[in-house]
T-cell receptor, first 114, second 113 residues
Framework: NAGVTQTPKFRILKIGQSMTLQCTQD?????MYWYRQDPGMGLKLIYY???????DKGEVPNGYNVSRSTTEDFPLRLELAAPSQTSVYFC?????????????FGAGSRLTVL | GDSVTQMEGPVTLSEEAFLTINCTYT??????LFWYVQYPGEGLQLLLK?????DKGSNKGFEATYRKETTSFHLEKGSVQVSDSAVYFC????????????FGTGTRLTVIP
């Protein structure tokens, strides 16, 4: 049982480039999340999804886009990368609302924008 | 707004030492409180939780008590092991089960033999 799988683990981008962080879960969870963690800061919610075809903004959505075409996949798209998007990105999933259900996290993707 | 303030790290302890990692929160009403742990190279995983005042969460020898009067949820372990070396995150979920957890900054613990 793989849980939540994120790719790539590391990536360096140039300013203005775009890329997609992939996230897949095999637990049939309805809820999926993208968080970012900046140095010395807590995790901040970027976007979340409560099911296929449904997404919503979190605390820090600017500069990102998401889609949820299947239950398993929740890719995070960065358009026009900026140095402020240098961070560690975590994908997570849960069976229900985050307050009442355990979140299962991926191992993280470290992104550097130069 | 809702937030969590967590003890700054890193923390280095000898094996069998007592551990306390402080966590205080700001929230209206009665949030749910969590400790997540991240071992090297892995994702965060739930360590323990408490959903109402005076509840004590416990797991793997770790404990934390939800103290409404001091708005705290400090993590403790009586005797740490090398295998406890990890980053520990305190988090809260606002009342009503919102689709967001508010995380602290994380505290890196290193236990030396």
């Amino acid at each position: 049982n793989a849980g939540v799988t994120q790719t790539p683990k590391f990536r360096i981008l140039k300013i203005g480039q775009s890329m997609t962080l992939q996230c897949t879960q095999d637990m049939n969870h309805n809820y999926m999340y993208w968080y970012r963690q900046d140095p010395g800061m807590g995790l901040k919610l970027i976007y979340y999804s409560v099911g296929a075809g449904i997404t919503d903004k979190g605390e820090v959505p600017n500069g990102y886009n998401v889609s949820r075409s299947t239950t398993e996949d929740f890719p995070l798209r960065l358009e026009l990368a900026a140095p402020s998007q240098t961070s560690v990105y975590f994908c997570a999933s849960s069976a229900g609302r985050s307050g009442a259900n355990v979140l299962t996290f991926g191992a993280g993707s470290r992104l550097t924008v130069l | 707004g809702d937030s969590v303030t967590q003890m700054e790290g890193p923390v280095t302890l000898s094996e069998e030492a007592f551990l306390t990692i402080n966590c205080t929160y700001t929230a209206t009403g009665y949030p749910s409180l969590f400790w997540y742990v991240q071992y090297p190279g892995e994702g965060l995983q739930l360590l323990l939780k408490a959903t109402k005042a005076d509840d004590k969460g416990s797991n793997k020898g770790f404990e934390a008590t939800y103290r409404k009067e001091t708005t705290s949820f400090h993590l403790e372990k009586g005797s740490v092991q090398v295998s406890d070396s990890a980053v520990y995150f305190c988090a809260l979920s606002p009342p009503g089960g919102a689709n967001n957890l508010f995380f602290g900054t994380g505290t890196r613990l290193t236990v030396i033999p």
